[in-house]
């Protein structure tokens, strides 16, 4: 176990730095430069470019650009192209914003997926599972912004009700409650968008998985001990269609950053996958290059949690 | 054999299987009697309908009894409410499968999924389950139970998870255990082992037995009385040993034609021609009679029943009629 | 005949099984489109699918070579004009469109919505499909490699682990996140974003072909073409793709889908196809200025892509469960 444990998180730590140097060559062969960005400003001249080129290192070859990134990444001195400031403080800030809505989502997602998917599969065929199945495709289908929209548009219309940012403007000196439960209202509404896709693959995939185990043998046998049905689902079934989704929580982690561009754009919620847009609009390239490494290491971390879950849950597996 | 009231009686059993192109009958009128105590082998290749009857005494089919009764102690258990079938399952009648490897819930421990049918049927304390569970894999024939108890099935070999299944069905010592092809997916020295422990079962408990088989040397062994079943019917029924010896169906006779004898070893095994019918496609006559070198013009006709032989022993053919 | 070896009649067993009887007369071809044509969803994604590829046909044909429906055309006396409206008078001959109908209304510039449409519907198809073609292309490649030549040696570490490392580090990019970047720093242009939603998403594709090539390998029927000695491109292509196709066919369908979908998203977020050409992506993200004034602008484009992509969504899983034979045998 702990050999296992100690050679995996070798492993990874060397893709990690494969996967940086990776998205390194990207951006730095990539045309575009963060001193082009501002090209029409007349008061840009020539010697300040240079002067910003030489501070960022740009002028050096490659591998002294990426060793620089890296001593700076880990002795917390990177700063951004866009302000002078720390990289690793911001992200840090951005990340408790994101967080809420992230948890929320995930929430959201994965409670409402599992009695919809299990009920689909329980009763294939029914007008109940051809419609969540119909629900679902539709789902999975629309754009999620437009969905979005059209939402706020109907919330507004029909409630005047802000929903946008982090809070109401000018809420910033109300009572406690009220700030609590405006900060709770802003939040609901862009998870509950942000899960719908979710719910609707996720709600797909435990039904799938929940048929497949159903028709197993083991699931005759546990009928053929005279077992109520609920037991036999609930018990017997859902216990095995439960593993593979062990494997999922690995790939939840990375959509910290990159699943909520959109939601966070649509919100004006200032979290870190608007952080990662806004670094691409500026050619912030410390800024996008960190935040691409925590998110590959989240990534990695991911799925190394998943595959001691999996080793945990079931039985047949051990980690060698 | 049998006796006045058969513990299980099957009549005239139907069963459909609905498709997208329309019903296909799995089972044509089926009806078999087993006696307390009695063990009964239910013949035939895969597809014709062996299996189908004895899940359908289960009631875990996915097709539908379209017409015929299934009494088992005197109580109709095609029409049985729901949750009293359940009270049956597993209590009155055991079953054990063909796949033992995927029969067994790979997520549990070996005493949880026996200890759950004691708790459920005879409604014991956990403790009491335990102690009782590890006396049933001790009689199953399993060493050091106290360690295999507390095992996965995946840390088992098949013939210990077969001999495990066993001792969940016969648990609450059924009065009839139902053994859906117990040996077929085992090796050879492993099947003699395990038709030996049921055979020692069936006498300590007095369970009848309803053997489903398409291996005649293990009815031979085992069975008392044996029913053959081709195309969704039965074909012959009657003493092991009268059907051994008098086959009055040509295709039971084809069956034993096509066995090794070990006293003739260079007689020249015979195979059957052709196919089985599709349950899709079934003549209006006999359903054998394409494949049967007796057949004369009824057989393309009409649908023999089932004709007195001699004693019980019954063939569903025109040349016996 | 030989002797068996236990005693028994198995051997004679014949597939009685409705489905397997059935099978035998028919071609696996009419076999799945026997099974599709009973799935009402995918038969009607099907049906949308194909009008839309008449659609797209007419669009580039209406609107670049014989261009009766100019989507280009700007008349500011006539913006934001409601669908099906009239065009006004006060237009030169030459700009009223045909039947001087607006069915789909007109935008901030005047412009006809149906023939932007109609135009899009060419762009975002080809996006898609060009897109999906370049990471089948990948991922098959990557993915039959490993599976065939899995177990030979590239150095010290074999084919597989090699490809397949390789397919993880792609994995640990964040997909959209990664597009967004090599979008934004490329120049803008229509193939580039083909390309890149290309290359970010094969990794699916190669690993179910290699587990699809892995599993083939050990099937009596290869190992009885490897035994005639018959050439290894042609065990390749002849004997193992087209066993393999079926879940790649499936994936493609969906993937389409997916790739019209990231295209929208990237024209949300400004990265989408550039002007002049119009896809129903930036159609849309376009449209969401004018949601209160002009809600048209935002609502047809974005219902047209919902339809499109719920209809290769509907076929894709059709597909699947024709040709998944364990599911099509519970089934029936």
């Given at each position: 176990?702990?050999?296992?444990?100690?050679?995996?998180?070798?492993?990874?730590?060397?893709?990690?730095?494969?996967?940086?140097?990776?998205?390194?060559?990207?951006?730095?062969?990539?045309?575009?430069?963060?001193?082009?960005?501002?090209?029409?400003?007349?008061?840009?001249?020539?010697?300040?470019?240079?002067?910003?080129?030489?501070?960022?290192?740009?002028?050096?070859?490659?591998?002294?650009?990426?060793?620089?990134?890296?001593?700076?990444?880990?002795?917390?001195?990177?700063?951004?192209?866009?302000?002078?400031?720390?990289?690793?403080?911001?992200?840090?800030?951005?990340?408790?914003?994101?967080?809420?809505?992230?948890?929320?989502?995930?929430?959201?997602?994965?409670?409402?997926?599992?009695?919809?998917?299990?009920?689909?599969?329980?009763?294939?065929?029914?007008?109940?599972?051809?419609?969540?199945?119909?629900?679902?495709?539709?789902?999975?289908?629309?754009?999620?912004?437009?969905?979005?929209?059209?939402?706020?548009?109907?919330?507004?219309?029909?409630?005047?009700?802000?929903?946008?940012?982090?809070?109401?403007?000018?809420?910033?000196?109300?009572?406690?409650?009220?700030?609590?439960?405006?900060?709770?209202?802003?939040?609901?509404?862009?998870?509950?968008?942000?899960?719908?896709?979710?719910?609707?693959?996720?709600?797909?995939?435990?039904?799938?998985?929940?048929?497949?185990?159903?028709?197993?043998?083991?699931?005759?046998?546990?009928?053929?001990?005279?077992?109520?049905?609920?037991?036999?689902?609930?018990?017997?079934?859902?216990?095995?269609?439960?593993?593979?989704?062990?494997?999922?929580?690995?790939?939840?982690?990375?959509?910290?950053?990159?699943?909520?561009?959109?939601?966070?754009?649509?919100?004006?919620?200032?979290?870190?996958?608007?952080?990662?847009?806004?670094?691409?609009?500026?050619?912030?390239?410390?800024?996008?290059?960190?935040?691409?490494?925590?998110?590959?290491?989240?990534?990695?971390?991911?799925?190394?949690?998943?595959?001691?879950?999996?080793?945990?849950?079931?039985?047949?597996?051990?980690?060698? | 054999?049998?006796?006045?009231?058969?513990?299980?009686?099957?009549?005239?059993?139907?069963?459909?299987?609905?498709?997208?192109?329309?019903?296909?009958?799995?089972?044509?009128?089926?009806?078999?009697?087993?006696?307390?105590?009695?063990?009964?082998?239910?013949?035939?290749?895969?597809?014709?309908?062996?299996?189908?009857?004895?899940?359908?005494?289960?009631?875990?089919?996915?097709?539908?009894?379209?017409?015929?009764?299934?009494?088992?102690?005197?109580?109709?258990?095609?029409?049985?409410?729901?949750?009293?079938?359940?009270?049956?399952?597993?209590?009155?009648?055991?079953?054990?499968?063909?796949?033992?490897?995927?029969?067994?819930?790979?997520?549990?421990?070996?005493?949880?999924?026996?200890?759950?049918?004691?708790?459920?049927?005879?409604?014991?304390?956990?403790?009491?389950?335990?102690?009782?569970?590890?006396?049933?894999?001790?009689?199953?024939?399993?060493?050091?139970?106290?360690?295999?108890?507390?095992?996965?099935?995946?840390?088992?070999?098949?013939?210990?998870?077969?001999?495990?299944?066993?001792?969940?069905?016969?648990?609450?010592?059924?009065?009839?255990?139902?053994?859906?092809?117990?040996?077929?997916?085992?090796?050879?020295?492993?099947?003699?082992?395990?038709?030996?422990?049921?055979?020692?079962?069936?006498?300590?408990?007095?369970?009848?037995?309803?053997?489903?088989?398409?291996?005649?040397?293990?009815?031979?062994?085992?069975?008392?009385?044996?029913?053959?079943?081709?195309?969704?019917?039965?074909?012959?029924?009657?003493?092991?040993?009268?059907?051994?010896?008098?086959?009055?169906?040509?295709?039971?006779?084809?069956?034993?034609?096509?066995?090794?004898?070990?006293?003739?070893?260079?007689?020249?095994?015979?195979?059957?021609?052709?196919?089985?019918?599709?349950?899709?496609?079934?003549?209006?006559?006999?359903?054998?009679?394409?494949?049967?070198?007796?057949?004369?013009?009824?057989?393309?006709?009409?649908?023999?029943?089932?004709?007195?032989?001699?004693?019980?022993?019954?063939?569903?053919?025109?040349?016996?009629? | 005949?030989?002797?068996?070896?236990?005693?028994?009649?198995?051997?004679?067993?014949?597939?009685?099984?409705?489905?397997?009887?059935?099978?035998?007369?028919?071609?696996?071809?009419?076999?799945?489109?026997?099974?599709?044509?009973?799935?009402?969803?995918?038969?009607?994604?099907?049906?949308?699918?194909?009008?839309?590829?008449?659609?797209?046909?007419?669009?580039?044909?209406?609107?670049?070579?014989?261009?009766?429906?100019?989507?280009?055309?700007?008349?500011?006396?006539?913006?934001?004009?409601?669908?099906?409206?009239?065009?006004?008078?006060?237009?030169?001959?030459?700009?009223?469109?045909?039947?001087?109908?607006?069915?789909?209304?007109?935008?901030?510039?005047?412009?006809?919505?149906?023939?932007?449409?109609?135009?899009?519907?060419?762009?975002?198809?080809?996006v898609g499909i060009v897109a999906v073609s370049i990471s089948l292309s990948?991922g098959?490649?990557?993915?039959?490699?490993?599976?065939?030549?899995?177990?030979?040696?590239?150095?010290?570490?074999?084919?597989?682990?090699?490809?397949?490392?390789?397919?993880?580090?792609?994995?640990?990019?964040?997909?959209?996140?990664?597009?967004?970047?090599?979008?934004?720093?490329?120049?803008?242009?229509?193939?580039?974003?083909m390309?890149?939603i290309g290359?970010?998403s094969w990794?699916?594709t190669?690993?179910?072909?290699?587990?699809?090539?892995?599993?083939?390998?050990?099937?009596?029927?290869?190992?009885?073409?490897?035994?005639?000695?018959?050439?290894?491109?042609?065990?390749?292509?002849?004997?193992?793709?087209?066993?393999?196709?079926?879940?790649?066919?499936?994936s493609a369908t969906i993937d389409v889908a997916y790739a019209i979908?990231?295209?929208?998203?990237?024209?949300?977020?400004?990265?989408?196809?550039?002007?002049?050409?119009?896809?129903?992506?930036?159609?849309?993200?376009?449209?969401?200025?004018?949601?209160?004034?002009?809600?048209?602008?935002?609502?047809?484009?974005?219902?047209?892509?919902?339809?499109?992509?719920?209809?290769?969504?509907?076929?894709?899983?059709?597909?699947?469960?024709?040709?998944?034979?364990?599911?099509?045998?519970?089934?029936?």
């Amino acid at each position: 176990m702990w050999r296992y444990l100690a050679r995996t998180v070798a492993q990874r730590l060397l893709l990690l730095i494969v996967i940086s140097i990776i998205s390194h060559a990207i951006i730095h062969l990539a045309p575009g430069e963060p001193s082009q960005v501002d090209s029409m400003n007349p008061m840009m001249k020539a010697a300040d470019v240079a002067r910003i080129r030489a501070s960022f290192h740009l002028d050096d070859p490659f591998y002294l650009q990426y060793l620089h990134w890296m001593r700076d990444l880990f002795t917390g001195q990177l700063v951004s192209f866009k302000d002078g400031l720390p990289v690793l403080p911001r992200i840090w800030g951005r990340f408790l914003n994101s967080a809420p809505l992230f948890l929320c989502t995930t929430l959201i997602v994965w409670t409402a997926s599992f009695p919809t998917g299990i009920q689909a599969a329980v009763r294939r065929g029914s007008l109940y599972d051809r419609s969540t199945t119909f629900i679902a495709y539709t789902l999975i289908s629309v754009p999620g912004f437009f969905l979005s929209y059209l939402l706020i548009l109907a919330v507004v219309r029909l409630f005047h009700l802000p929903v946008i940012g982090l809070h109401t403007f000018g809420t910033e000196h109300a009572s406690a409650p009220t700030q609590v439960m405006d900060h709770i209202w802003h939040l609901v509404i862009p998870s509950v968008m942000a899960a719908l896709t979710g719910i609707a693959v996720l709600s797909r995939y435990v039904r799938s998985q929940m048929l497949d185990v159903l028709g197993q043998d083991y699931v005759r046998t546990a009928r053929a001990k005279g077992l109520d049905e609920d037991q036999v689902v609930y018990s017997h079934a859902l216990r095995n269609a439960l593993l593979p989704f062990v494997t999922m929580f690995g790939f939840l982690l990375p959509g910290l950053i990159s699943g909520s561009v959109i939601f966070e754009q649509i919100f004006a919620w200032p979290g870190l996958g608007l952080l990662g847009y806004e670094a691409i609009l500026t050619r912030d390239f410390p800024m996008i290059l960190t935040l691409n490494f925590v998110a590959a290491a989240l990534t990695l971390f991911g799925i190394l949690v998943s595959d001691i879950l999996y080793a945990l849950v079931d039985p047949r597996i051990r980690l060698e | 054999m049998t006796t006045s009231t058969p513990l299980l009686s099957i009549h005239d059993l139907h069963v459909d299987f609905e498709t997208a192109a329309g019903s296909v009958p799995a089972v044509r009128g089926v009806s078999l009697d087993i006696g307390a105590g009695e063990t009964m082998a239910l013949v035939g290749e895969s597809g014709c309908g062996k299996s189908v009857t004895a899940m359908s005494v289960m009631r875990l089919i996915t097709g539908r009894v379209s017409a015929g009764s299934i009494h088992f102690q005197g109580q109709d258990l095609s029409r049985l409410p729901e949750p009293e079938m359940r009270r049956v399952r597993g209590a009155q009648i055991g079953m054990i499968f063909q796949e033992p490897m995927s029969s067994l819930n790979p997520v549990f421990k070996i005493g949880r999924q026996i200890e759950e049918v004691l708790m459920l049927h005879q409604r014991l304390a956990p403790q009491a389950a335990r102690a009782q569970a590890l006396e049933l894999l001790n009689r199953v024939g399993i060493p050091s139970p106290e360690r295999r108890i507390q095992q996965y099935p995946h840390e088992l070999s098949g013939g210990m998870k077969q001999r495990v299944m066993i001792a969940m069905a016969v648990a609450c010592r059924p009065k009839l255990l139902i053994a859906d092809e117990p040996t077929t997916a085992l090796d050879v020295t492993i099947q003699a082992q395990i038709m030996e422990l049921l055979r020692s079962l069936k006498q300590e408990f007095g369970m009848a037995v309803l053997l489903i088989t398409h291996d005649l040397g293990v009815v031979a062994h085992f069975a008392e009385r044996v029913a053959v079943m081709y195309a969704g019917k039965i074909v012959e029924q009657g003493q092991v040993r009268d059907i051994f010896k008098r086959a009055a169906h040509p295709y039971t006779q084809a069956l034993l034609g096509a066995l090794p004898d070990p006293l003739h070893p260079a007689r020249r095994l015979e195979a059957i021609p052709g196919r089985v019918p599709s349950p899709r496609m079934l003549p209006a006559g006999c359903a054998f009679c394409a494949r049967c070198k007796f057949a004369f013009e009824p057989c393309l006709e009409k649908q023999p029943e089932l004709f007195q032989v001699a004693g019980e022993h019954r063939a569903a053919c025109f040349l016996r009629a | 005949m030989s002797a068996p070896v236990q005693p028994g009649f198995e051997t004679l067993a014949v597939p009685s099984e409705a489905a397997e009887a059935l099978a035998l007369a028919e071609t696996p071809f009419q076999q799945v489109w026997r099974t599709l044509r009973q799935d009402r969803l995918a038969m009607l994604g099907l049906v949308v699918l194909v009008v839309l590829l008449v659609l797209a046909f007419f669009g580039k044909l209406l609107t670049e070579w014989w261009v009766v429906f100019d989507p280009a055309t700007v008349r500011l006396p006539d913006k934001l004009l409601p669908p099906f409206s009239v065009a006004s008078a006060a237009l030169a001959k030459e700009l009223v469109p045909p039947f001087g109908l607006y069915p789909f209304g007109t935008d901030e510039l005047g412009r006809n919505v149906f023939a932007r449409m109609l135009q899009g519907s060419f762009v975002s198809l080809s996006v898609g499909i060009v897109a999906v073609s370049i990471s089948l292309s990948i991922g098959i490649t990557v993915g039959g490699l490993a599976g065939y030549y899995g177990k030979r040696k590239l150095g010290f570490i074999s084919v597989d682990s090699w490809l397949m490392r390789i397919t993880d580090i792609v994995l640990c990019f964040p997909t959209f996140f990664l597009i967004l970047t090599v979008v934004a720093l490329l120049p803008p242009s229509i193939y580039n974003i083909m390309i890149v939603i290309g290359i970010t998403s094969w990794m699916g594709t190669a690993r179910f072909v290699r587990a699809e090539f892995l599993a083939l390998r050990d099937q009596d029927f290869v190992t009885a073409a490897q035994a005639l000695g018959l050439p290894e491109w042609r065990i390749i292509f002849r004997h193992m793709v087209p066993n393999a196709m079926a879940p790649v066919l499936v994936s493609a369908t969906i993937d389409v889908a997916y790739a019209i979908l990231t295209e929208s998203a990237l024209s949300f977020l400004g990265f989408g196809v550039r002007p002049p050409y119009a896809t129903w992506g930036n159609i849309l993200a376009d449209g969401r200025s004018y949601i209160f004034d002009a809600p048209w602008l935002f609502v047809i484009p974005g219902c047209a892509i919902l339809v499109v992509v719920l209809a290769f969504n509907l076929l894709g899983e059709g597909l699947r469960d024709a040709m998944n034979p364990k599911l099509r045998k519970r089934a029936s």
